[in-house]
């Protein structure tokens, strides 16, 4: 069996400040090397203080992301020698003596599957390199320091994923969720990053890094996939390794031989004190924090009965779960979460079409109600919903130009049925033999009348004919 697991860091991009100093963290509009200190660049003698709205995103997510936050969180030294690194060592958290990160132990449920949290850490981020030309030709590195000490979360999950389809499901949510809790913009540049852990049957773990955007892990992992089982039908073993993603060629490379987790030599940071966490900052939090996805989801179950996974298509999405709370009333809500996610999705997804988008929350009230009241059928909602999306034009101006509204009147559907019988004696007669081939008729009428004739009256006055003949 495939299982996978993930590291995923993200940045937390919505705060003024670095982790442990004054420098700004939005790092991204400074000339080089100009958006540094002392303590970010861990010169000799300077001291970290850390940013305690740091640690409130920190635990908000942690709580969305249904962690236990300890009493307590304490900070760790991970030594290790990079360019990148000016102190030689970052500073993280690390739960080897118990539990001191801010989360530790959160699920969340994707598609029926739980995907365990194991833990969640703050940490700095290491600075950047900059190579000149392509970094396996480039004689030239150059480091620029401007990142160094931005405050980022480093979420680890258990390998609970069976797919990369899984992955990509949970990334989206993911990054919705702390766009929705303004703790990042994960669409920033290097602002959300993924590293995946991969085996397959009886196969050793490989690492994928260094994906540059969270959309071509899914592609990384499937290239992984089909290269360790190519391997395997070859008898050849898999190598224990860590693997790049090479972005141009799609696909991954081996890259140096993976550290263990003793050459860190982790070691307390005892220059920032045990943080305590009181009960009253986390219910304040709380308080303050917009409805998780998760629990979204399972309101739009309950209180309305969606199905499953028109809900977890609706709720995963801000931009629609939005549109959503603002259209619908009790009695229309299924329909409207219908609509949503079946005629609207795919003509609302990105950016481009959400500014272009015409259509207003009143439109889709009103086309749900107009199906519900059988003015219109579904299929006249899908054309409709397509003139909104464009025009933007009230729903009754559509229907009426663009003459969708229902054939409910009796006499004249009684004359299109008349008709069809007329034209399809064949079809006629078997359907008098065979019940089931009464839609072929059904059908008929639809073309006629182009879709808007009421199906549940035309299929009564049909049987009711076929009775009578
Ligand atoms: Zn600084």
């Given amino acids: 069996m495939t299982k996978i697991g993930l590291e995923i860091h993200c940045q937390l991009t919505k705060l003024e400040s670095k982790l442990f100093c004054s420098c700004k963290a939005d790092y991204r509009s400074f000339e080089v090397n100009s958006n540094i ?67 530790y132990e959160g699920k969340i449920i994707i598609e029926e599957k739980e995907i365990r949290i194991r833990r969640i850490q703050l940490e700095e981020d290491p600075g950047r390199l ?20 931005t405050p980022l979360v480093e ?40 590293d995946g852990n991969i085996s397959i049957e009886k196969g050793n773990r490989v690492e994928i890094k260094n994906v540059g955007s969270f959309r071509d892990i899914e592609k990384a992992l499937h290239f992984e996939i089909t ?56 219910d304040g939090l709380k308080k303050i924090m917009p409805e998780s996805v998760m629990s979204k989801k399972e309101r739009y179950i309950n209180k309305y009965g969606i ?11 801000k931009f629609y779960s939005d549109l959503f709370e603002q259209s619908h009333t009790e009695k229309n809500a299924k329909e409207i979460a219908n609509l949503i996610t079946t005629d609207l999705k795919g003509f609302a997804d990105t950016k481009e079409q959400r500014e272009q988008l015409k259509l207003t929350p009143k439109h889709l009230l009103d086309l749900a109600d107009a199906i519900l009241d059988n003015k219109i059928t579904r299929n006249s909602g899908k054309v409709a919903l397509q003139e909104v999306i464009k025009t933007g034009k009230p729903l009754s101006e559509i229907i009426s130009s663009l003459d969708l509204g229902n054939v409910d009147d009796e006499s004249s559907l009684v004359k299109t049925i008349e008709e069809v019988f007329i034209e399809e ?38 049987r009711k004919k076929l009775d009578s003949q």
């Fill in 37 to 103: 200190c002392p303590v970010c660049i861990g010169l000799p003698g300077s001291l970290p203080i850390l940013n305690k709205k740091a640690v409130e995103k920190a635990a908000m997510l942690s709580i969305a992301l249904g962690c236990k936050v300890p009493p307590k969180i304490g900070f760790f030294r991970k030594n290790y020698f990079y360019p990148d690194l000016p102190k030689n060592f970052q500073i993280t958290q690390y739960n080897a003596y118990g539990p001191t990160s801010i989360g």
């Fill in 155 to 194: 979420m680890v999950t258990e390998p609970d994923f069976e797919n990369p389809k899984q992955v990509r499901v949970f990334l989206n949510i993911l990054a919705d969720l702390v766009e929705n809790l303004g703790i990042a913009d994960p669409y920033l540049e290097g602002a959300f990053r993924v």
């Fill in 425 to 462: 004696q064949k079809a006629v007669s078997e359907a008098k033999q065979n019940p089931d081939t009464i839609n072929y008729l059904v059908g008929k009428v639809m073309r006629k009348t182009k879709g808007k004739a009421n199906p549940n009256l035309t299929l009564d006055i049909i």
């Fill in 307 to 317: 199905p499953v996974q028109v809900a977890e298509v609706l709720s995963s999405d």
């Fill in 130 to 149: 900059v190579y000149s030309g392509s970094s396996e030709k480039t004689q030239i590195t150059l480091v620029d320091y401007n990142r160094t000490g």
């Fill in 227 to 282: 290269r360790q089982q190519s391997l395997a039908e070859r008898g050849i073993p898999i190598p224990a390794e860590t693997r790049h993603w090479d972005e141009a060629r799609k696909i991954t490379v081996s890259s140096r031989s993976k550290e263990e987790e003793q050459d860190y030599r982790y070691f307390p940071e005892e220059d920032i004190p045990k943080i305590i966490i009181e009960k009253a900052l986390l």
